[in-house]
């Protein structure tokens, strides 16, 4: 293997780890207070919320270090890009809020749509 092999192959591995370890430790926060979590879901219009809060933060982590072992890696990057596409979607959509209460919304959107474009990537190279 050539060393721009090596490096482009050490480069990959290491944004695998820190984008795999960022999602599974952002996703142990809602573990952190779970009730918190489930009320946020449920004032969202999240249906059974008390299930489906944790489920999800649960897939989320299991995803993250599917992602960073890079273990059922196709699992793992279509879980993280489902999770992430749909919590987006529904969850931070800034633009049904009222314009002095965007910020929070705004913020964990556009954080998500970033951690979705590394995700994305993930994917690619896991379907190599």
């Not at 249906?47 to 599917?66: N, Q, R």
Request: aromatic share 8%; proline share 4%; hydrophobic share 50%.
């Amino acid at each position: 293997m050539s060393d721009s092999t090596e490096s482009g192959a050490s480069l990959s591995r290491i944004g695998r780890i820190a984008l795999g370890l960022g999602l599974a430790l952002q996703a142990t926060e809602d573990f952190r207070d779970l009730e918190d979590a489930i009320d946020y879901a449920d004032s969202e219009g999240v249906p059974m919320p008390s299930v489906l809060a944790p489920l999800a933060s649960g897939t989320m982590v299991c995803a993250g270090l599917g992602i960073a072992l890079w273990r059922l890696p196709k699992l793992a990057t279509a879980a993280a890009a489902t999770f992430l596409t749909v919590v987006s979607t529904t969850m931070h959509d800034f633009w049904n809020n009222e314009p002095g209460e965007r910020s929070g919304d705004r913020l964990a959107f556009f954080g998500n749509i970033a951690m979705l474009g590394g995700v994305l990537i993930a994917l690619r190279e896991a379907w190599r």
